[in-house]
């Protein structure tokens, strides 16, 4: 009887997993502000700490912050609007060019005896969808930008709440310290992990830019931006990242500079998740790759491209909330990479 019970609960359980992902899907308009603003909160929390142990009122804080974001959102829309815009505009010459260039390869193939033809090839490498498919990809998180006036409120209200929430958390519960501690356990390890993160991603995607613009490929700031966002998914972000850059400097300076700028990605990557994040932020904090794959899929789906970006530090945030629980312990190791 127990046995059937156990059952009977995990498959209510799964049943309410369903309905609550297709919920989100449904309500992802809302949803996605909502996420990206507490991603945004979360990272700036710490400097609204620091302002307000220094004294200063919490609206201030809050303004200041504000100001801050407004004017980092402001410049990065500024910059990735014109490269979206000029790569819209070359885009039917970069596919005209990436056909030239695969003609090429089918002429060195078939000189080597590996007789393959265009029309085979392009029906396994279609290279007009794979130039669209940047173009989607990268118009999607451009329309991100559209909703800045309710991500920007709602990060206010959120900031405006973290300030007073352990107090809140104190009042609710009466004696809550063994809470207040749990709690700020979780925020600090969260707040430490994004921070880390972040500044690593800013250092990633500024070396990016920096190397592309010394190679010549076309809007190195765009792709820079892609390389800070797609460095908060691990294992194959850096992936992701690096081949629209590498098709481009294909299309428009050959073989020789793609293989630079493969080359380039690969020793960036290596020195920063080998080297500098193990060093600051610990090994225990690592996803495992399977896990990297279905969130990615899953939130994919679910939410599109911000979903992805977004899944994989959301996912850190449940793994450090189950560690912080002996209860759910069990879950963050089936998470974790080790």
């Given at each position: ?64 912050i ?13 910059f ?90 104190s ?92 080359l ?21 904090l ?9 969130s ?21 945030i ?21």
């Open positions: 009887m127990s046995e059937l019970n156990r059952g009977t609960s995990w498959l209510i359980g799964l049943s309410a997993l369903v309905i609550i992902i297709a919920g989100l899907k449904a309500a992802s308009e809302i949803v996605v502000p909502f996420m990206l603003s507490a991603f945004i909160a979360i990272i700036c929390a710490p400097f609204l700490a620091a302002l307000r142990r220094r004294g200063v009122p919490t609206w201030i804080a809050v303004t200041i504000v100001l801050l974001i407004l004017i980092s959102v402001g410049s990065l829309g500024v990735v609007g014109a490269s979206l815009d000029g790569f819209y505009k070359e885009l039917p010459n970069y596919k005209i060019r990436m056909t030239q260039e695969l003609g090429g390869i089918i002429e060195l193939l078939n000189r080597f005896g590996l007789h393959v033809s265009s029309e085979q090839l392009r029906g396994y490498f279609d290279p007009s969808v794979l130039m669209q498919v940047v173009a989607n990809t990268l118009s999607g998180l451009g329309n991100v930008l559209t909703n800045t006036f309710l991500v920007i409120m709602t990060v206010v209200f959120l900031l405006f709440e973290a300030a007073d929430f352990p107090e809140k958390l009042h609710a519960l009466g004696d809550a310290r063994s809470s207040l501690k749990n709690f700020k356990d979780f925020a600090s390890a969260v707040n430490r992990y994004l921070a880390i993160k972040t500044i690593v991603s800013i250092l990633t995607g500024c070396v990016v830019s920096t190397w592309l613009f010394i190679l010549g490929v076309d809007f190195p700031i765009l792709w820079g931006v892609s390389a800070f966002f797609l460095n908060f998914v691990p294992n194959i972000g850096s992936i992701i990242a690096a081949i629209p850059a590498v098709m481009l400097a294909f299309v428009q300076l050959g073989g020789f500079a793609a293989g630079l700028t493969a380039g990605y690969v020793v960036i990557n290596l020195v920063v998740g080998n080297i500098i994040e193990p060093r600051y932020m610990g090994k225990g690592g996803l495992s790759t399977l896990v990297v794959f279905l990615l899929l899953l939130w994919g789906w679910v939410f599109g491209p911000v979903g992805m970006l977004l899944s994989i530090p959301l996912t850190i449940v793994k450090i909330a189950m560690e912080t629980n002996p209860k759910t312990h069990w879950v963050a190791v089936l998470l974790g990479d080790h």
